[in-house]
């Protein structure tokens, strides 16, 4: 074990660079006939990183119910997930480089991802592009190895593509859980930037999903024999969300995301309604609602916002199109489509199915 180890802290940005780097690690060392990153492990062990799981940034929307219905460890196994992503876009760019074995393959928000090392044909160029806080820490953790350039800019500064400077055999570009952290008026610049750059060059990401069903249908999941402890347990998560969580998130949160949230309480189904935009107002409307009510409310609240306040999702890639008409789609699927499910457990495999069966996300491999 590494004695001293780096302390890194960047805030939210840091939580999601460093909780992927740890899910690659942990479903590495517990799932490795499924998924296996040396990289990621030997980086992993470098770090003084926990992931705390019950932290958040945002009203949880989605992330309640994940913490509701599932174990501690469930919820540990959840950023495991995001390693499945890894697992399609490894497969996407090792048949993108087949074909073109001297591509660039640029890497947008790379965090401390490990692709590279996982796919590298020995021939390809590499660019890893994150904020230059994020590109200091990896160049600290793991120096530029030969053919691999990183590039501190934004994915929306225009500027950065000067810094691609071979494009002879092709663009592939991968972009993990970056892109649904948009606003779309931002989704549709980085598209059009994309298309004006790198004409016929391709792109994988992943994108969430516009879910129905809601809490409804996440009970469904389960046994019926389970179904009412698992409501019930919804009510009392509700009322410790409403006080822990959204209360301290307004307080920190901008304008137009309060809002946001304002709004669409205000245009719910439920028959009391909201009478104003302060906290005030909300803590009054929420305490006079039933319990039955919390949960519809709930319910709509999730599907209005698609998971969480101010990202972007899309139900279907061809939507895309209409950003950009030089955008054409080579594919899309369910983020866990394809991935062997045998050697895990049945609550992780009941995600994976209920969000492969809702389209909660999906891959999306556009040309552009």
């Given at each position: 074990?590494?004695?001293?180890?780096?302390?890194?802290?960047?805030?939210?940005?840091?939580?999601?660079?460093?909780?992927?780097?740890?899910?690659?690690?942990?479903?590495?060392?517990?799932?490795?006939?499924?998924?296996?990153?040396?990289?990621?492990?030997?980086?992993?062990?470098?770090?003084?990183?926990?992931?705390?799981?019950?932290?958040?940034?945002?009203?949880?929307?989605?992330?309640?119910?994940?913490?509701?219905?599932?174990?501690?460890?469930?919820?540990?196994?959840?950023?495991?997930?995001?390693?499945?992503?890894?697992?399609?876009?490894?497969?996407?760019?090792?048949?993108?480089?087949?074909?073109?074995?001297?591509?660039?393959?640029?890497?947008?928000?790379?965090?401390?991802?490990?692709?590279?090392?996982?796919?590298?044909?020995?021939?390809?160029?590499?660019?890893?592009?994150?904020?230059?806080?994020?590109?200091?820490?990896?160049?600290?953790?793991?120096?530029?190895?030969?053919?691999?350039?990183?590039?501190?800019?934004?994915?929306?500064?225009?500027?950065?593509?000067?810094?691609?400077?071979?494009?002879?055999?092709?663009?592939?570009?991968?972009?993990?859980?970056?892109?649904?952290?948009?606003?779309?008026?931002?989704?549709?610049?980085?598209?059009?930037?994309?298309?004006?750059?790198?004409?016929?060059?391709?792109?994988?990401?992943?994108?969430?999903?516009?879910?129905?069903?809601?809490?409804?249908?996440?009970?469904?999941?389960?046994?019926?024999?389970?179904?009412?402890?698992?409501?019930?347990?919804?009510?009392?998560?509700?009322?410790?969300?409403?006080?822990?969580?959204?209360?301290?998130?307004?307080?920190?949160?901008?304008?137009?995301?309060?809002?946001?949230?304002?709004?669409?309480?205000?245009?719910?189904?439920?028959?009391?309604?909201?009478?104003?935009?302060?906290?005030?107002?909300?803590?009054?409307?929420?305490?006079q609602i039933s319990d039955t009510e919390k949960a519809?409310?709930?319910?709509?609240?999730?599907?209005?916002?698609?998971?969480?306040?101010?990202?972007?999702?899309?139900?279907?890639?061809?939507?895309?199109?209409?950003?950009?008409?030089?955008?054409?789609?080579?594919?899309?699927?369910?983020?866990?489509?394809?991935?062997?499910?045998?050697?895990?457990?049945?609550?992780?495999?009941?995600?994976?199915?209920?969000?492969?069966?809702?389209?909660?996300?999906?891959?999306?491999?556009?040309?552009?």
């Amino acid at each position: 074990m590494q004695k001293d180890k780096v302390k890194i802290t960047l805030g939210g940005t840091s939580a999601s660079m460093l909780g992927c780097l740890w899910g690659r690690a942990q479903m590495s060392r517990e799932y490795r006939s499924l998924f296996y990153d040396a990289k990621a492990i030997e980086l992993a062990e470098k770090i003084d990183y926990v992931p705390d799981f019950s932290a958040s940034d945002v009203p949880p929307f989605e992330d309640v119910m994940i913490n509701i219905f599932f174990s501690h460890k469930i919820n540990q196994t959840r950023f495991g997930l995001f390693t499945l992503r890894a697992k399609q876009f490894d497969y996407k760019v090792k048949a993108y480089i087949e074909e073109h074995p001297y591509a660039s393959v640029i890497n947008i928000a790379a965090g401390l991802d490990t692709t590279f090392y996982r796919v590298d044909d020995g021939l390809i160029h590499w660019y890893d592009l994150d904020l230059p806080a994020v590109i200091d820490i990896r160049r600290q953790l793991l120096p530029e190895p030969d053919r691999v350039i990183y590039i501190a800019k934004s994915l929306l500064d225009p500027n950065w593509f000067e810094d691609v400077t071979y494009t002879e055999d092709g663009v592939f570009m991968i972009a993990g859980g970056v892109l649904h952290s948009l606003e779309e008026s931002q989704v549709k610049q980085f598209f059009s930037m994309l298309a004006d750059n790198f004409p016929d060059g391709e792109i994988v990401f992943d994108a969430m999903s516009r879910l129905g069903g809601g809490f409804r249908g996440r009970i469904d999941m389960f046994p019926p024999e389970q179904r009412d402890a698992m409501r019930a347990t919804l009510i009392d998560a509700l009322k410790d969300w409403w006080e822990e969580v959204l209360k301290d998130w307004w307080k920190k949160a901008p304008q137009d995301e309060k809002d946001k949230v304002s709004d669409i309480v205000a245009t719910l189904k439920i028959p009391t309604k909201l009478k104003g935009k302060e906290w005030s107002d909300l803590e009054a409307w929420w305490d006079q609602i039933s319990d039955t009510e919390k949960a519809e409310a709930l319910n709509d609240l999730m599907t209005a916002f698609g998971g969480k306040v101010g990202t972007w999702s899309v139900k279907d890639a061809n939507e895309i199109t209409k950003l950009n008409s030089h955008i054409t789609v080579i594919d899309q699927f369910p983020l866990f489509k394809n991935v062997p499910r045998d050697s895990l457990s049945a609550d992780i495999q009941r995600v994976m199915d209920y969000s492969d069966k809702n389209g909660g996300s999906n891959i999306i491999h556009l040309r552009v």
